[in-house]
């Protein structure tokens, strides 16, 4: 059995940036196991599978693992998929519509080859300083600033005064893993034309430093757009590869813009 396969780096407009996602179309759901597997073999921090529907609302149904786990949400394998679909599968509509654990999930191309998830937003709560975990300091790793605000919705936030601060962080994994959450955002303001920046660490599911999280700026978005006055705008993930996101705020939804090439096409033998 061989299934088709494709490696896609999203957010980005150039191959070795952004974020690198897998993604195997289907004809019909494989085992959840087997699934796992295939993601665990690519070791990438996402890989994606979609099978038709028919009748339906949605085009597809869209599930995604990492090596170690399937996961409820994830904006760059959703996009390296619409892109897939787009550039390599002839796909014709303007739209895609995806079924998945997070509800329905919609891509659309603009003209200049942008492609935007409309995603679910997801606001974080803040924490009171009684609440925030002693480990957090020391997951954050050796020097680390200290957090300005500590927020929570699927992962945890840690806010910080100053972009360079979440560049120097070192953050220490086996402590990350002790927070309870799937995932650390740190973020913080931007400048130059960049609202705001942010990294993501989640080895909790086998990610120990996200490129760029689609899936983060669910929470990054509306924390932002409140905080900044804007319904529109602009950041940067500040990993080694780096990416680029064109954001907006739209009441209980958020889109979230990116590019994104195809890297490599192949099949997996079963």
Same mark, same amino acid.
């Given at each position: 059995m061989?299934?088709?396969i494709?490696q ?6 150039r191959?070795f940036?952004g974020n ?6 289907l ?6 196991a087997?699934m ?6 690519n070791?990438?921090?996402e890989t ?8 339906q609302?949605?085009?597809f149904?869209?599930?995604?693992f990492?090596?170690t786990f399937?996961?409820d949400?994830?904006?760059?394998a959703?996009?390296?998929s619409?892109?897939?679909l ?8 303007p739209?895609i ?5 997070s509800g ?5 191309r603009?003209?200049?080859g942008?492609l935007?998830? %409309? #995603?679910?937003s !997801?606001?974080?709560r @803040?924490?009171?300083?009684a609440?925030?975990p002693?480990?957090?300091?020391? *997951?954050?790793g ?7 605000a ?5 992962d ?6 100053h972009?360079d601060?979440?560049l120097?962080l070192?953050?220490?994994f086996?402590?990350?893993v002790d ?9 913080a303001p931007?400048?130059?034309?960049v %609202? #705001?920046v942010s !990294?993501f660490?989640? @080895? ?5 430093e996200?490129?760029v999280?689609?899936? *983060?700026?669910?929470?990054?978005i509306?924390f ?7 319904t529109?705008l602009f950041?940067r993930?500040e990993?080694?590869?780096g990416?680029?996101l064109?954001?907006?705020?739209r009441?209980?939804?958020v ?5 994104a090439?195809t ?7 079963l």
């Amino acid at each position: 059995m061989t299934i088709p396969i494709y490696q896609v780096d999203a957010f980005a407009r150039r191959p070795f940036t952004g974020n690198p996602a897998a993604v195997c179309p289907l004809d019909a759901w494989l085992p959840d196991a087997t699934m796992q597997l295939i993601a665990a073999e690519n070791n990438l921090a996402e890989t994606a599978f979609f099978v038709p529907l028919q009748g339906q609302e949605a085009d597809f149904h869209l599930r995604w693992f990492t090596p170690t786990f399937e996961i409820d949400l994830c904006g760059h394998a959703t996009l390296a998929s619409a892109h897939v679909l787009w550039n390599e599968r002839g796909f014709a509509k303007p739209e895609i519509v995806f079924q998945s654990k997070s509800g329905l999930l919609k891509v659309r191309r603009e003209a200049d080859g942008r492609l935007i998830l %409309d #995603f679910p937003s !997801r606001p974080p709560r @803040p924490l009171a300083l009684a609440e925030h975990p002693e480990v957090l300091q020391r *997951a954050l790793g050796p020097g680390a600033a200290t957090p300005i605000a500590v927020l929570a919705s699927r992962d945890l936030v840690a806010e910080f005064a100053h972009a360079d601060e979440v560049l120097a962080l070192r953050p220490d994994f086996a402590a990350l893993v002790d927070l309870g959450y799937i995932g650390l955002i740190a973020t913080a303001p931007g400048s130059g034309g960049v %609202d #705001f920046v942010s !990294r993501f660490f989640a @080895p909790e599911v086998g990610v120990p430093e996200d490129p760029v999280t689609g899936s *983060a700026h669910s929470t990054l978005i509306p924390f932002w757009a409140a905080k900044l006055g804007k319904t529109d705008l602009f950041a940067r993930q500040e990993s080694a590869r780096g990416g680029e996101l064109w954001c907006r705020l739209r009441g209980d939804r958020v889109d979230i813009g990116g590019y994104a090439v195809t890297f490599l096409r192949g099949e997996v033998q079963l």
